[in-house]
């Protein structure tokens, strides 16, 4: 037999520990895992039996067992962004799109034959911000969480392709590039082994300690956005991407104005057509709207701009067959069938469980174990079942009948939507945390990146711990015995002080991201913030657990815009259950909740709550709204002695809130002074 050299051996472990810390990052800090748990298992067991059998390996590097999860990030400095990097939203389809342009025309109060829409590639890779002060290249971040980025300036800086002095004319005295950092797909070759995709071997290669390591890679970019610009000099986004061009940074070629959505589909169509010939990797179409002024009217959301989208091209389909039906249950209850297929490569990925969605779906597509199928998998979506092929079906196969119980054993039930009066398609349990399956859901909800966002602690760590009983209910997380922990095999030292740190630091939280965390149904992001600048803070907020309280608190719920009967409904519910009750208030002792911080206080109504009525000429309901709030204004639903102002639209008002205001002696502003206040 030949023996191998000790270099040999170093290289192949060493190999195989950089893709695990590849599968780690995926799974932990990405949630998007590229290989199945029991390749991972595979992965893990040949480099602990390398290191049993070489020993001489833990010479030179520390056992496999001091590695888990993804390290927390404190490798580079933490900077604030000047302006949050936030996501875009998807679009799917051509009706998403109508949809689109529908609501940009509705909340600009517009029609929609003018609207100008630039087109760009929605480019697949790791995005970076540059800030360029007199011109100066003086910073240079990674996204991080949108809010804080990391320090990647000496990194950013071997890009050769960035310039680090701009050269040309009326140059901002403060300028932020957004771009999108990638490594060609030729280029990519040769890293083939190391990584799972040109995406994670850019941020690998951008997250290297050494910049003398990152300086080896190719790294590519394009520009295709801006952050901070003062003074603001540019009109339109295609306007801003031409002179930035002239400035010598990096802009993708294949953009386009539309118009309308015959232009959108076109362009769609057309770049899917050349995708595969290009470069680098993109995985749909933005659409802007080109005039930065309406962009700046139309705002953002909490997570996303109003006035961009990212129209996403069609997923990559296989055929497979059924090999059985499980079922999942979600953190709301959701009953999700889920189809277990035999393995079958995807866009690159291996896939064996596709999502069934709900029961109507199977009854509607008569999807039955044993069928052949084809599944879709686009992006980080779990894969989807398209169609059944039928003509390839068994004599024998009987019709798929949906199980009525809960994985707890407990009954399920289908709702009736109070605001469409139909069925709901999706099966439930009920039992919340009463029901294990759904409480481990909601474990791993907590953790997550947009509500505690433990570092450390994601899907694969909690469902470890799940089983250990170590974590049962969310105030566990703050109570963990870490002596048990360290015996645990794949624990270490280093990872446990990490994973405390990154506990301790999650136990401050703002109040908005708190609600969101606690996973009340019908309460996503967007609707905790509006809860939190009810409530303002945690004290205000655990009124809710009082019966009495959470009545007449309901009642003013209801006019707050954005929360309607389904989510009153549903928050009622959830205050309602004893034991829901009970663990939310063992977290909140372990935690410190920040009050809600009012986004303006220097804004025009400041701590002013107001009320609109009618409808206005220049500015549709939203947009007005948006206003007040974003002046630091609360916008309430109904008229009270609290309210500080009325807004009377001039078209329609409710004649009956006028008269109710006026008695209250609640100043009233009319369109006209509405619009001056605006402008003054
Ligand atoms: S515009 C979100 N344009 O996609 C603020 N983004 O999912 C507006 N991306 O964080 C983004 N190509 O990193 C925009 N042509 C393009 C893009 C692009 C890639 C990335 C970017 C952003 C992410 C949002």
Redesign the pocket.
């Known amino acids: 037999m030949k023996i191998k050299n000790k270099n040999v051996i170093l290289n192949e472990y060493k190999k195989k520990i950089k893709l695990l810390k590849s599968h780690n990052k995926s799974y932990f800090t990405d949630d998007s895992p590229k290989i199945l748990d029991s390749d991972y298992d595979q992965l893990k067991k040949q480099i602990l039996d390398l290191e049993n059998k070489y020993p001489f390996i833990l010479n030179k590097y520390s056992s496999i067992n001091t590695i888990v999860g993804a390290p927390v990030t404190n490798k580079f400095e933490k900077i604030k962004h000047l302006k949050p990097?936030?996501?875009?939203s998807n679009a799917f389809d051509k009706n998403n799109m109508i949809d689109f342009i529908k609501k940009i025309n509705n909340f600009l109060s517009l029609s929609s034959k003018n609207l100008e829409i630039f087109s760009?590639?929605?480019?697949?890779?790791i995005?970076a911000t540059l800030i360029y002060e007199n011109g100066i290249l003086t910073r240079g971040l990674s996204?991080g969480d949108g809010i804080f980025g990391e320090n990647i300036l000496e990194n950013i800086k071997t890009i050769s392709s960035i310039p680090k002095i701009i050269k040309g004319r009326n140059i901002p005295k403060l300028l932020e590039i957004?771009c999108?950092i990638y490594i060609g797909k030729k280029d990519f070759e040769s890293l083939k082994d190391n990584f799972a995709n040109p995406r994670n071997a850019a941020g690998g290669s951008l997250r290297q300690k050494n910049s003398k390591e990152t300086a080896k890679i190719p790294l590519k970019y394009?520009a295709?956005?801006y952050g901070e610009i003062k003074p603001m000099i540019f009109k339109k986004q295609s306007e801003f991407l031409k002179k930035i061009s002239e400035w010598k940074f990096s802009t993708?070629p294949l953009v386009k104005i539309v118009n309308d959505i015959n232009d959108i589909e076109n362009q769609h169509k057309k770049i899917d057509s050349i995708r595969s010939t290009l470069d680098y990797d993109i995985d749909g179409i933005?659409y802007?709207i080109n005039d930065l002024a309406l962009q700046k009217r139309l705002g953002n959301t909490s997570n996303?701009?109003r006035w961009?989208i990212?129209y996403k091209f069609s997923a990559e389909k296989a055929v497979t067959k059924i090999k059985d039906i499980a079922i999942q249950v979600g953190r709301t209850g959701a009953i999700t069938p889920v189809a277990k297929v035999e393995p079958v490569t995807v866009g690159g990925v291996v896939v064996s469980n596709a999502t069934l969605h709900n029961e109507d779906e199977i009854e509607r597509k008569d999807i039955r174990i044993g069928d052949t199928i084809m599944i879709q998998r686009a992006g980080d979506v779990i894969p989807q079942v398209v169609s059944v092929d039928t003509s390839k079906r068994d004599k024998s196969s009987k019709k798929y009948s949906f199980p009525k119980k809960c994985l707890c054993g407990a009954d399920t039930k289908k709702e009736l939507s109070k605001s469409t009066n139909k069925q709901d398609a999706v099966r439930r349990c009920f039992k919340g945390y009463d029901c294990k399956f759904t409480a481990k859901e909601k474990l791993k909800h907590i953790v997550s990146k947009e509500a505690f966002n433990i570092d450390g602690l994601g899907k694969r760590v909690i469902e470890q711990f799940w089983d250990l009983n170590l974590i049962k209910e969310p105030s566990d997380i703050f109570r963990l015995d870490y002596n048990k922990i360290k015996k645990l095999e794949g624990w270490g030292e280093l990872s446990i002080s990490n994973l405390k740190k990154a506990i301790d630091k999650s136990q401050t939280i703002s109040l908005d991201k708190f609600i969101f965390s606690i996973g009340i149904r019908h309460i996503g992001q967007e609707n905790a913030k509006i809860l939190s600048s009810f409530f303002g803070s945690i004290k205000e907020f655990t009124k809710l657990f009082d019966i009495k309280n959470r009545k007449k608190i309901l009642v003013n719920l209801v006019d707050l815009d954005g929360i309607g009967e389904t989510q009153v409904n549903s928050i009622n519910n959830f205050f309602s259950n004893i034991t829901n009750a009970r663990i939310i208030k063992d977290l909140i002792v372990e935690l410190n909740i920040r009050e809600y911080a009012v986004k303006n206080n220097d804004g025009k109504f400041s701590n002013k709550k107001l009320m609109f009525t009618g409808g206005f000429k220049n500015m549709s309901r939203s947009e007005a709204k948006a206003i007040a709030e974003n002046n630091g204004g609360k916008v309430l639903g109904s008229i009270s002695k609290k309210l500080d102002f009325l807004v009377v639209g001039d078209s329609k008002p409710t004649k009956k809130k006028v008269e109710q205001a006026k008695q209250l002696n609640i100043e009233i502003i009319l369109e006209k002074d509405w619009n001056n206040i605006l402008n003054g």
């Open positions: 990097m936030l996501s875009l760009e590639p929605k480019i697949d890779g995005s996204r957004r999108e394009f295709y956005g993708n933005v802007k996303s701009p961009a990212a």
